[in-house]
């Protein structure tokens, strides 16, 4: 079965720029995965951030970006902010109408 | 806006059933296909199951399969999640979603919370 990974945990000073990843333990993504990016604080619903491998959704400022880097989707953020501390998860559209999300990583800022 | 308002959530015994609703407004609710996620206390979100916009196709994660059904009621704008033979670890916050048009979640709902136990 194929799991979806995600670093488990990630820093970041204020300012700095950080990539998170979304990979497969077999397997390489591409954009047909259509991966897609989610925010998530502690006791609130998931925030959409990217959709669609590099797509930003409706007011997520600009230093949030999607890409494909290798054979992983990333989520880059550029001049990361006290408020971005947060849990970040991926999803993956596997085909025949199935999402698979990865684990999460969890960002801390400082 | 957007609003999806999920109930239904409570404490249950093992084995028993439940049935969620999410009300849906603010968009075309028969034009869109729609998620149940959840996440169990402490950790990351799973994909539960997802329902095309006219409910004639419906897809299980594994674990959940024979066990859930997803099914919507378009005069209701209304989702539905039952959940049959509940076990303690289904227990979790439940989450209603709308499907964008990119294989994508678009909207979330605030969740309601299930807790299975004796």
């Known amino acids: 079965q194929t799991v979806v990974t995600q670093e488990p945990s990630f820093s970041v000073s204020p300012g700095g720029t950080v990539t998170l990843t979304c990979g497969l333990t077999s397997g390489s993504i591409s954009t047909g995965y259509y991966p897609s990016w989610y925010q998530q604080t502690p006791g609130q619903a998931p925030r959409t951030l990217i959709y669609n491998t590099n797509t930003r959704s409706s007011g997520v400022p600009d230093r949030f970006s999607g890409s494909i880097l290798g054979n992983k989707a990333a989520l880059t953020i550029t001049g990361a902010q006290a408020d971005d501390e947060s849990d970040y998860y991926c999803v993956l559209y596997m085909g025949s109408g199935i999402w698979v999300f990865g684990g999460g990583t969890k960002l801390t800022v400082l | 806006q957007v609003q999806l308002v999920e109930s239904g959530g409570g404490v249950v015994q093992p084995g028993r059933s439940l049935r969620l609703s999410c009300a849906a407004s603010g968009f075309t609710f028969s034009s869109y296909a729609m998620h149940w996620v ?31 059904t997803i099914s ?44 299975v136990s004796s």
């Open chain 2, 72 to 115: 919507r009621d378009k005069s209701k704008n209304t989702l539905y999640l039952q959940m049959n033979s509940l076990r303690a670890e289904d227990t979790a916050v439940y989450y209603c979603a709308k499907e964008g048009y990119n294989y994508d979640i678009d909207y979330w709902g605030q969740g309601t919370l299930v807790t």
């Open chain 2, 38 to 68: 959840r996440q169990a206390p402490g950790k990351g979100l799973e994909w539960v199951a997802v329902i095309s916009y006219d409910g004639n196709k419906k897809y299980y994660a594994d674990s959940m399969k024979g066990r859930f």
